[in-house]
């Protein structure tokens, strides 16, 4: 065990008595399971505290503050892929809000919730159904146990046409550096009736400060409900050939900026799908990297997936959707395959099966429908830990039994998310950019495109690796460098980070980056929460 | 004239260097000029100044630091209702951007377009005409020769499906107050591809802090266009009794959550109709104030209003606009009369003769014709001096010609602006504590009631009064303090503020408002930008 330097152990006597019991742990155990990374290298707190509400939060800080402990805090710790639970330096204490996980609020009427940090995507789902039951959530695609609140903060995105949850929370609570409590929007008003429904109140807007960054720790969100639709219809879109995608995209864009298309439309390579079906073929190739062409073909072929397949969904009144439906049909017509899901009285189940027949994919196996369920429930808002199955796909050694939770697999994770405006010679560009260095570091590319929104998308690089094989890890690291390079030269830049690069985003006499630090200091000036999270250190 | 203080003096010497001939005025006449103000009280500032670029706003902000004059910015000062082209304070220098009138970048595949603070609201209109046939602009009500950009920032909301301009402008530039240009989004990255298309960037979202705010000068906004819609209907509801109003709302409310009503949807009192047709009967009432009930009552008849007249459109695809009709038709059955103008062929003048002989209302006059057409443009994204005219309402001595800017014919004018959520209970206990007040100090309440999203409405109180009679002018700013004093204490919060009312949201201990300080001296230590604008000196 590491020492503990003078300030550490008086801050953990300090948080011992202002916090309850057993909500200061550091032993050995838990600070190594805190240290667990899905990136090459992983970071080690000094603490793990776990407040149980919005007064803990400004104790621990207050108490952080005066003795210069770093905190990073997380919602349930699920950010797989962009740093996970760790923090971005070594030494910090993890404040862990799991404990903070009531639903304030479930408003049926307006269609809003109030939730605090450690709310996860199944408990708001349960809850929704319960008391607002003719509304969705809006859920991503972490998983059932991944928080709401922490992934909306750092913008992940969902697939309902409330996918962009930046436009569909609305009032947050923050507890800032030095213990006092913000509410953003008309929450800081006396008896304010729009807080939760108007997203803007009155002067300054400051809620997106406390996204992607380390200015707060926010301990309350509202969050709109997406009100359920009369109809909903998913679709597919098997497209053949490699190059059919450019010209489907630019079909495609009229219909989305028209909100014809109003859910995340997900456009994914063979290999992306094929991966949560399937781990890599090992023996077929003989463990030799990146997958070579025959065997890629080969894979395509038995899982009946296309070079690009896309999926959305149609939502609205029955007249809408069908006008809709349309709509698609006209503009898809000559660039891929269209199938629509319309019996929705089928279970869900039973309708993958109906679809997987009439799009005429032959063998239809019980992984076939693993691999596309998930979206179809994540485009009702129904949440999954389906997708997290293809985190494994470089496992040499994957575990018994389908755990979620690629820190128990030992799978590597590394996204790389650049957003392009919504054109097809965009995505041409970008694939040609990055498919030669996938391939020269000895990964396969697996890619998704997601509308986010009418004007743009975001590609979903999917680094997967084995973090027991060191070598692919090296592999992984230096991959990763070249591709995140490459793209911020080419003007393709993430929406998101992995906290390990993050300083990747910085250049020198940036004057966004010196705002931002400008407002770090005005509002931490000891730097305690989140050192080093987007906003470089002063 | 007023003596010039050294500082001042020192710095228009330092503009005159810095900025192009005949681009620092300080002469009586054109201070006096910009003194003018449609509230009771104007504030006069030291000097104008009209930079043309960046860079001319870059040296003004340099010079006014060194010589510690504050900068006040206006885009085109038509800000009427709010403050205008006043400052705050006396004495500042008004940085006039309207010779910033470039529209850099009109993109008519993406739908979206870059302006500068000096385009006018006809500008842009014309240019989207132009070069993005396909698309709208969305424009809001204050007239063709209001700023795009400016009337953005304060949160002034537009009327087609794109009303919200938080949501609906995306990238911005601002010359903070040293000088240096800060680029939102991903706009600083170089080369960046998706700067205008994807709102929020890397790291935390800095747009918010520039609006209703003081913290630097906006200089170029990206603007999203709407996609002309394959088909569209103007529809009016007219409710015949006061009461009716609470129940109209509640049946509205669930198709404007589903998105099947997605304009601004419109609800306007009888005389807030009335007063964009005539002014104030002045002889009928023998000059007595609040109107008598029955005046009232024989205005309606006369100009064939109702008590709650409600406006808006269905926009999309044909099929889509189809099925809306029919949910609206059933939502409002047995709330009010509801009719739909749907022969688009027809010319505005004549859809609207044609609109009124099928309501049956009997005398179609040339005067009601420009009571309903304006609002019907709006909903296209055609921009119109129209409901300015509604500002003469209790003028005595009105101008010859229909002159619009309130400021050329002594028009006062207070807007107050609340926000209530989507119910109708709560539009019945906003009047309920209003209506007493107006009736008290002398008014008439005059009100529209529109839906700001899914969740929100805003109710637009009109504080119309004659600023040619000063007893009248004491008594709107009574009645402005009484009602402003009773929405915060019941919550509902304006959601943008005349800048002569201001102080009004602030509490001591908020800590919204000491976070906004925080951050305004962070980013403007000198307060040299805008002082007392939003947010509260230190």
């Not at 770093?70 to 330096?89: F, L, Q």
Request: aromatic fraction near 8%; hydrophobic fraction near 40%.
């Amino acid at each position: 065990m590491m020492p503990v330097p003078e300030g550490i152990k008086a801050a953990l006597t300090a948080w011992g008595s202002a916090l309850p019991e057993g909500a200061v742990l550091s032993t050995d155990e838990i600070l190594t399971r805190y240290a667990r990374s899905t990136a090459p290298r992983a970071t080690r707190p000094c603490a793990v505290l776990y407040p149980e509400s919005t007064e803990h939060v400004s104790a621990l800080l207050r108490i952080a503050s005066a003795h210069r402990v770093p905190v990073y805090p997380i919602s349930r710790g699920k950010n797989w892929g962009y740093g996970d639970a760790c923090a971005p330096t070594d030494g910090a204490a993890i404040a862990d809000l799991s404990r903070m996980n009531r639903i304030l609020e479930v408003n049926g009427e307006l269609g809003c919730a109030l939730i605090e940090p450690g709310v996860t995507q199944q408990q708001l789902y349960e809850r929704v159904q319960q008391e607002a039951p003719g509304f969705w959530m809006d859920c991503s695609g972490a998983g059932c146990g991944a928080s709401v609140l922490g992934n909306a903060i750092d913008r992940g995105f969902g697939h309902t046409p409330y996918g962009d949850h930046v436009r569909s929370t609305c009032g947050m609570e923050i507890v800032l550096a030095d213990g006092r409590v913000l509410h953003t929007g008309f929450g800081h008003f006396d008896a304010a009736k729009a807080a939760h429904v108007y997203p803007y109140g009155v002067g300054p807007i400051l809620d997106g400060l406390f996204m992607q960054s380390n200015l707060g720790i926010v301990t309350r969100l509202g969050v709109w409900l997406y009100p359920a639709p009369e109809a909903f219809r998913f679709f597919y879109i098997g497209v053949a050939r490699e190059d059919g995608l450019q010209a489907l995209i630019d079909a495609l864009r009229p219909l989305r900026l028209r909100g014809i298309l109003n859910s995340a439309v997900h456009i994914g390579n063979d290999l992306r799908i094929i991966s949560s079906l399937r781990r890599y073929p090992w023996r077929q190739t003989g463990g030799k990297t990146p997958l070579p062409e025959p065997v890629r073909e080969q894979l395509r072929r038995e899982f009946g997936v296309s070079a690009w397949n896309v999926s959305g969904s149609l939502t609205g009144t029955r007249s809408q959707v069908r006008g809709a439906a349309k709509a698609l049909r006209r503009a898809v017509a000559g660039h891929g395959k269209l199938v629509f899901v319309t019996d929705t009285k089928l279970s869900l189940g039973r309708t993958a099966v109906a679809f997987l027949n009439r799009f005429g994919l032959g063998r239809v196996m019980a992984r076939q429908l693993e691999g596309l369920t998930p979206n179809y429930g994540l485009l009702k808002g129904i949440p999954t830990d389906a997708p997290l199955l293809g985190t494994q796909w470089r496992l040499r050694h994957p575990p018994e039994t389908g755990t979620a939770d690629p820190l128990d697999t030992g799978c590597g994770l590394l996204w790389i998310s650049p957003v392009l405006p919504l054109r097809g010679a965009d995505a041409t560009a970008l694939l040609e950019r990055v498919e030669p260095l996938f391939r020269d570091y000895g990964f396969e590319l697996l890619v998704t495109f997601t509308m986010l929104n009418e004007r743009a998308m975001v590609a979903i690089l999917n680094m997967a690796f084995d973090k027991a094989d060191p070598r692919e890890t090296v592999s992984a690291q230096a991959c990763y460098d070249a591709v995140m390079g490459s793209l911020m030269k080419s003007g393709y830049i993430p929406y998101r980070v992995n906290v390990g690069g993050m300083h990747k985003l910085h250049t020198p006499g940036d004057t966004f980056w010196q705002t931002a630090q400008n407002l770090k200091h005005a509002l931490d000036p000891g730097a305690i929460i989140a050192p080093g999270r987007y906003i470089p250190p002063l």
